[in-house]
């Protein structure tokens, strides 16, 4: 995104800033990416109070089934690796529409949504072979934090490719300019959040040794 800056004859910062298709600000930031920015800040509260909830009960169980009787870590590392190259396909897309590519733009912003659409379906896949193995969410203290934590970073997902699809859409439809990158940006500091998020959960979950 374009920031213009608007400064005094002694070469400070002048206020309000200009930001360029966005409202004058104080901060030389969009008020856009400020609530996003403010979002995301609230939700790493979200998930790091289910992360640490997660890492709290895992182990108590004595009944299971348990998770080295469940997992299968190259599959559910395959359906991660996918995630988080949609951050790179997400980068793509945003570099994409500020150079005026519109072209290229729908392909990776497209390409974003396809990689969020195979890790829920790898999800989905997940969920229903656990429970066929008998795991869901009131057999143990595992289910239910697993189904739980799992479940809302998924939801989270699922909101960001509809989001993702949304500005494919508006571009197919000529409604979304150069001038206008800043809804991709700010879709794009949303998507990142939800991979990274991801990095510490299938740490937490899949990597960290279970007893």
Request: charged share 10%; proline share 3%.
């Amino acid at each position: 995104m374009t920031t213009t800056v608007a400064t005094t004859d002694h070469g400070h910062p002048a206020t309000p800033t200009h930001v360029a298709g966005g409202h004058p600000t104080n901060t030389g930031i969009s008020n856009v990416k400020i609530a996003i920015w403010a979002f995301l800040g609230s939700e790493c509260l979200f998930f790091g109070a289910f992360i640490s909830t997660y890492l709290l009960y895992r182990g108590r169980d004595t009944i299971g089934p348990k998770p080295k009787q469940l997992f299968t870590i190259p599959f559910t590392s395959c359906t991660s690796f996918i995630l988080l190259m949609s951050s790179l396909t997400m980068v793509l897309a945003l570099a994409a529409i500020q150079r005026g590519d519109h072209r290229r733009f729908r392909i990776w912003i497209l390409s974003t949504a396809l990689f969020g659409l195979t890790f829920i379906g790898g999800q989905v896949y997940e969920f229903t072979s656990f429970y066929r193995q008998g795991l869901n969410l009131h057999v143990n203290l595992f289910g239910s934090t697993f189904f739980i934590l799992t479940g809302l970073h998924g939801a989270h997902v699922t909101v960001g490719i509809f989001w993702l699809l949304s500005l494919y859409s508006r571009s197919m439809q000529g409604k979304l300019g150069t001038e206008e990158s800043e809804a991709v940006e700010v879709a794009g500091l949303y998507w990142h959040f939800v991979d990274i998020v991801w990095i510490f959960i299938f740490t937490a979950i899949y990597l960290v040794p279970y007893h």
